[in-house]
């Protein structure tokens, strides 16, 4: 990018982060929490099984988060996947 005066822009107004790369690196961390698979990857941590106790401590949080993640947002993640994409594709 070129200035009026001849100059290049600096890095910093080039490579700035927008709200879409934000959403989008978040869109990424959901994706890949809601890929994990319970048998093969979390039953090694203990984080296949998720306990309804009013006392949850961090490792059943996690759990509990990761069953919510694969059951309740399976069909947004889709329909944000498909925004992102179309977003993509026409704006790059």
Same mark, same amino acid.
Not at 9 to 28: K, N, P, W
Not at 70 to 75: A, Q, V
């Given at each position: 990018?070129?200035?009026?005066?001849?100059?290049?822009?600096?890095?910093?107004?080039?490579?700035?982060?927008?709200? /879409?790369?934000?959403?989008?690196a978040g869109l990424l961390l959901m994706n890949a929490a809601a890929i994990l698979n319970e048998k093969r990857f979390l039953?090694?941590?203990?984080?296949?099984?998720? /306990?309804?106790?009013?006392?949850?401590?961090?490792?059943?949080?996690?759990?509990?988060?990761?069953?919510?993640?694969?059951?309740?947002?399976?069909?947004?993640?889709?329909?944000?996947?498909?925004?992102?994409?179309?977003?993509?594709?026409?704006?790059?």
């Amino acid at each position: 990018h070129i200035c009026s005066q001849g100059r290049s822009l600096s890095f910093e107004a080039t490579m700035a982060i927008g709200l /879409v790369h934000l959403f989008e690196a978040g869109l990424l961390l959901m994706n890949a929490a809601a890929i994990l698979n319970e048998k093969r990857f979390l039953k090694k941590y203990g984080l296949d099984t998720a /306990v309804a106790t009013e006392n949850l401590g961090p490792k059943n949080q996690v759990a509990t988060f990761l069953h919510a993640m694969r059951t309740f947002m399976r069909y947004p993640l889709v329909a944000m996947n498909v925004l992102v994409i179309i977003y993509e594709m026409i704006l790059g």
